[in-house]
């Protein structure tokens, strides 16, 4: 069976209709991990036992001549950030290298419960935080379309996955960026949906107003199919909302013609490469001439969303990381006579380096003196930024923006400069600051043949919206 | 400057950290350079403009109602034994990296 443009709906109708077995399609895939992952680096952690489990019960579902759930024997792959029970899970950090989940975090559950076969657990940022995937406590994940470059970050692992075909499609989280930005660099689909419309029950927590979980796929169907799977309320996750969930799959196929799509000149200015720019323009020209209207807004907060976003997140991060001090699991020194020696040095020597540049911006931020100052100014923009959308949106039904200001680059390029890796993020953090979906999709290729992707934001709990756009986009090229 | 050395021993201290010097140095460095970016929120009048502290609050909820009456959905009745069943001991304990079988264990607390 040909690996390379394998799709959900394919590999599913091959188990099916018996073309091929669940369990062989997923050995093909460990075949294909063993011999091409070594150069990209995109799997920490193989579950092959419970991915052959899995695979044998879809088996005997087939040979029954049963009908087969929406994802039945799809060889999947999930960040590191979710956690799986009896498979190791280390959100990227030496702090918790040996740690063994005992539960299942709600969307991976969901996936399987579809039928999904796990074949692993994917390289990413620590604890989330980066856009390029260089802060991995393990190692760096390569991009598969140029091994010099990065794949983006922070799930740069589950986009460089998708798009070296280790993996027809696997999630993601997404705090600034995290998938959006990836799935450019590599030139796949990425997706982050709403605030609230995906459980986050078992997902290692980064920042819990912004973290989101949403798929990595090679088609806008696949991210459709994938969502459908794994949103709705959760009672396990009391920020997942009551909201009711449509079929995404269905949806894709009403009509796009007569949509007014923005373009927001805040999205187009200093900083953005001149071949990004040029993809992006002809891609807004494709969807103008699929009878889409074409409507000039503004963002004019725009410029303020990324120190916005570094004190709300980095606060935010410094209370959910604080329970890594070496008492319930993971590491803990051995170099400690006190418990407050433990503490320190567990943390001093678990945590990499990025990670503790954020704890310490947020501990700043929400110490006494500064609070006022940083975290509730930065509260207090956040609510502007999402006006700024909330005013756009009574005009247009979408708006359309380059993903990322450049296509991938040099590893690292960027390394020694931490504010220059996060602007990086520019084009994607608002729209976690603001809560709405928003899906990359492939526009092009620079003319280093590195991939260009097209950003499509929508409003709340508005997917189809945005799914749809990006499909007959996909379709229109 | 904004940050001082004297800062960045303090929060380590808040932030349950120690840090090396050398540490310690390129965060002094690398906290000056972030904040002065940050700084620019500051060209904003926001005297007027109430905090966004959470998503959840302003989308996909009952906008008739206000406060905690918006969530009411997340309310549901007592169940004895919980959503889920409470880890067995065994398995509570599994990842820590010292225990007795009934308790976490950590270095001595209070030195007599």
């Known amino acids: ?477 | 400057m904004k940050v001082t050395e004297k800062d960045v021993a303090y929060v380590a201290d808040l932030a349950n950290l120690e840090l090396t010097e050398d540490e310690r140095g390129i965060l002094l460095r690398d906290l000056n350079s972030i904040l002065d970016y940050i700084d620019r929120l500051n060209q904003l009048d926001t005297t007027d403009v109430p905090p966004m502290a959470q998503v959840s609050d302003r989308y996909g909820v009952d906008q008739s109602k206000t406060g905690s009456a918006r969530f009411t959905y997340a309310i549901r009745e007592d169940i004895h034994e919980g959503l889920r069943k409470s880890l067995p001991h065994e398995v509570a304990l599994q990842n820590a990296p010292d225990s007795d079988g009934i308790f976490f264990k950590v270095p001595k607390v209070i030195e007599r």
């Open chain 1, 1 to 477: 069976m040909e690996l390379n443009s394998l799709t959900i709906d394919a590999a599913r109708s091959a188990v099916q209709e018996r073309k091929t077995a669940a369990t062989s399609l997923a050995e093909a895939f460990y075949s294909k991990i063993e011999k091409d992952d070594p150069q990209i680096g995109a799997y920490l952690i193989l579950s092959k036992e419970r991915a052959l489990a899995k695979a044998r019960e879809i088996d005997a579902l087939a040979a029954k001549g049963e009908m087969l759930p929406p994802l039945a024997g799809v060889p999947v792959g999930v960040k590191d950030v979710m956690v799986t029970r009896g498979v190791r899970t280390t959100a990227g950090s030496k702090i918790l290298g040996n740690y063994m989940p005992p539960y299942d975090c709600t969307a991976v559950a969901r996936m399987e419960a579809a039928g999904a076969v796990v074949l692993g657990k994917l390289n990413c940022d620590e604890f989330a935080m980066g856009s390029s995937n260089e802060n991995s406590a393990w190692h760096p994940v390569r991009n598969p379309r140029d091994l010099s470059r990065v794949p983006g970050g922070s799930s740069g692992g589950s986009a460089a996955a998708v798009a070296a075909d280790i993996a027809v499609a696997t999630l993601g989280s997404d705090t600034g960026g995290s998938i959006r930005q990836p799935a450019s660099f590599c030139g796949v689909v990425g997706l982050m949906p709403t605030y609230g419309r995906v459980s986050r029950y078992g997902l290692i927590a980064f920042a819990s107003s912004l973290d989101r979980i949403g798929p990595l796929t090679k088609s806008v169907k696949d991210a459709a199919i994938v969502l459908r799977t794994i949103a709705g309320r959760d009672p396990m996750d009391s920020t997942s909302a009551e909201v009711p969930v449509p079929d995404y799959v269905a949806e894709l196929e009403k009509p796009i013609r007569g949509l007014r799509l923005g373009v927001a000149k805040e999205y187009f200015g200093e900083g953005l490469d001149a071949e990004v720019r040029k993809s992006v323009e002809a891609a807004i020209q494709t969807l103008a001439k699929l009878d889409c209207e074409i409507v000039p807004v503004s963002l004019p907060h725009t410029q303020y969303a990324i120190p916005t976003y570094y004190i709300v997140a980095t606060a935010e991060a410094s209370s959910n990381l604080a329970r890594f001090d070496g008492v319930r699991y993971g590491y803990r020194t051995r170099d400690a006579h006190t418990l407050s020696e433990m503490y320190r040095r567990t943390r001093d020597q678990g945590f990499g380096r990025e990670v503790k540049r954020r704890i310490m911006l947020g501990t700043y931020a929400l110490s006494a003196g500064y609070y006022d100052a940083y975290y509730l100014k930065a509260q207090r923009v956040r609510t502007l930024l999402a006006r700024d959308f909330e005013e756009v949106f009574k005009k247009v039904d979408a708006i359309v923006t380059p993903t990322s200001p450049t296509a991938a680059f040099k590893l690292g390029e960027k390394m020694d400069d931490p504010l220059s890796m996060y602007l990086a993020d520019i084009f994607t953090v608002t729209a976690d600051l603001a809560g709405i979906p928003g899906i990359s999709v492939p526009c092009g290729e620079t003319k280093e043949n590195l991939p260009v992707g097209l950003q499509i934001l929508g409003k709340h709990f508005d997917e189809a919206t945005i799914l749809r756009i990006a499909q007959a986009y996909e379709q229109a090229v």
